[in-house]
């Protein structure tokens, strides 16, 4: 599956590289990439070929400190509505689980995540940053952008903070004082792993601009109606979506290629491929929802038929049956005699 990052992530890219002498519209055009396209909110390119502009504009410029350089140019913005949902958290802590849990949106081939201090210091933890594909190759160009940007971000989210230490995980690309100077903390480079070292109070520190709470409920419902995480299995996927249909909408396999942006047949097969197909993931879907339905409410047997699809109490009696090997009736009644019977007190 080709990772893909939204075009945005190089943004400023064109400009930095007519800053330092070469010409950006030029270099970009080289790989199909036009600076009207990194001002898109909608362009997408694969991770591989922003990797390959980097590499290529660190070389042509003999500029080793490109990625961070990048960096310079770049604000929360770039995130595009990833940046509302994160910019109106409560506290910074909750604006990095909020990116966490959608930087698929912006880049499907970085994964940002809280951490353990890798030094063991009391009250000090760290916020990682580190590529999830074996398949993309390793651009430390694309690590110092990244963990340069986030640490930009971290000072706008909170106005200000303590970087207790960074750790790179490649050699220093330039002299080591040019990566202390921009993150003004010290570097140890070589460690295996990419993040920040920060003062544990900074996740609990409030936003340090007025927060929206009702404009980040939005957007969050919008990134969570439109976006589907790659790094998901498509059963996964496949599975929450008919639960959230069933009872609403019909859990049809054509409705929900939609949503997932995948023609039916791509959808039928990729399921295939992980051992299952869309009709047994709804069977089991609707298995799941009617034992939760008679073991935990009263609802007449003709509603909990409606609610997972079936036409009508007949049709519960004939799955159930087929599911559980009882009937409705037998299915609640056992479920409130074992709520009910008197526990054995052994001695």
């Not at 070469?22 to 055009?29: I, K, Q």
Request: glycine share 8%; with cysteine.
């Amino acid at each position: 599956m080709q990772m893909e990052i939204r075009a945005a992530a190089i943004r400023g890219i064109d400009r930095l590289i007519n800053d330092l002498g070469g010409d950006g519209a030029a270099l970009l055009s080289e790989f199909g990439v036009s600076p009207a396209d990194l001002d898109s909110e909608h362009g997408l390119l694969p991770t591989v070929t922003a990797g390959r502009i980097l590499r290529s504009a660190t070389k042509r410029l003999n500029c080793p400190d490109f990625g961070l350089r990048l960096a310079a140019y770049q604000d929360m913005s770039m995130l595009g509505p990833l940046a509302l949902a994160v910019g109106n958290c409560d506290t910074v802590g909750e604006g990095l689980d909020c990116a966490s849990r959608f930087l698929y949106v912006h880049n499907q081939g970085i994964r940002l995540s809280r951490a353990q201090d890798p030094e063991h210091y009391a009250g000090v933890g760290a916020i990682e940053y580190r590529m999830l594909h074996p398949d993309i190759p390793y651009e430390p160009q694309a690590i110092d952008a990244g963990l340069g940007l986030l640490h930009r971000n971290l000072i706008t989210m909170s106005g200000g903070y303590e970087l207790l230490g960074v750790y790179m995980p490649h050699p220093p690309l330039t002299d080591e004082s040019v990566y202390t100077n921009f993150f003004r903390a010290p570097v140890r480079f070589d460690t295996g792993r990419a993040l920040l070292r920060v003062p544990t109070k900074l996740f609990a520190q409030p936003m340090s601009t007025p927060v929206n709470p009702e404009l980040r409920r939005m957007v969050v419902e919008y990134l969570e109606a439109h976006y589907t995480d790659p790094r998901e299995s498509v059963v996964t996927t496949v599975r929450s979506a008919v639960s959230r249909a069933l009872g609403t909408v019909p859990a049809r396999i054509d409705l929900v290629a939609e949503w997932l942006h995948m023609h039916p047949r791509t959808l039928q097969r990729r399921l295939a491929q992980e051992g299952t197909s869309f009709q047994a993931i709804v069977d089991d879907v609707r298995k799941n929802a009617a034992h939760r339905l008679l073991t935990g409410t009263d609802m007449p047997f003709s509603q909990v038929a409606s609610l997972v699809e079936l036409a009508g109490q007949a049709a519960l009696t004939r799955a159930a049956r087929r599911w559980f090997g009882r009937t409705p009736t037998q299915v609640r009644r056992e479920a409130k005699y074992t709520s009910t019977a008197p526990r054995v007190v052994q001695s």
